[in-house]
């Protein structure tokens, strides 16, 4: 389970398969339990460096985003958020049993954090430009076609393909992969790393 957790957090793309068996609750609790006994990770200097420059990067996008809306944003970007992502990073490091927290960790802690706490900070519902909205609403249409039911691909996958490939913002691939979680059409899975098509 180690190798399998530490391979997709070590920069491991996954392969489109039809889904296994998800691992059972107990299992996991019990792992989740030795990891917490066995692992304190602390963050390297290169992983304390680049998340230092992602939250300066994520305040200038807040403070842009109250600008261009004249309005204050629902969730401020504050220290506390600094030492959420920072707690994010080390329980990824903990859940690959790694001593130490690196870039890799730091990568997915943010884009965790940018899928969720910052989807509402930057574009809550009253910021949400007619545009950004109509661009979701082809994310969702393209994603739906692109993933069948009982099928998954690698969230870096997706990535390369509508955002490096299709030129579409990460903020409407972000808001539409939240949108179709919320209504149960895919699921999260492996740490937010892969996403799984769950219904219609």
């Not at 403070?63 to 969730?75: F, G, M, Q, T, Y």
């Not at 955002?163 to 059409?185: C, H, K, M, P």
């Amino acid at each position: 389970m180690a190798k399998h957790v530490m391979g997709i957090h070590m920069g491991g793309r996954g392969i489109e398969e039809q889904i296994e068996a998800e691992i059972p609750v107990e299992k996991m609790k019990r792992y989740i339990s030795y990891c917490r006994s066995r692992c304190a990770p602390r963050l390297s200097p290169e992983a304390a460096e680049k998340l230092s420059s992602h939250f300066v990067s994520i305040r200038k996008q807040v403070h842009k985003a109250e600008l261009d809306a004249n309005a204050r944003s629902s969730i401020p970007i504050t220290v506390r958020q600094l030492e959420a992502i920072i707690r994010i990073t080390e329980s990824l490091a903990k859940l690959s049993l790694s001593a130490v927290a690196t870039e890799a960790h730091v990568d997915e802690a943010v884009r965790l954090f940018l899928a969720s706490t910052m989807d509402a900070a930057v574009h809550g519902e009253g910021h949400a430009s007619k545009e950004l909205m109509a661009m979701v609403g082809k994310v969702e249409d393209e994603l739906k076609r692109r993933l069948p039911i009982g099928w998954s691909t690698s969230l870096a996958t997706l990535r390369r393909e509508f955002v490096d490939g299709r030129n579409y913002s990460e903020q409407a691939l972000n808001r539409a992969l939240v949108i179709l979680q919320r209504r149960e059409t895919i699921q999260f899975r492996s740490g937010g790393s892969q996403i799984y098509r769950h219904g219609p």
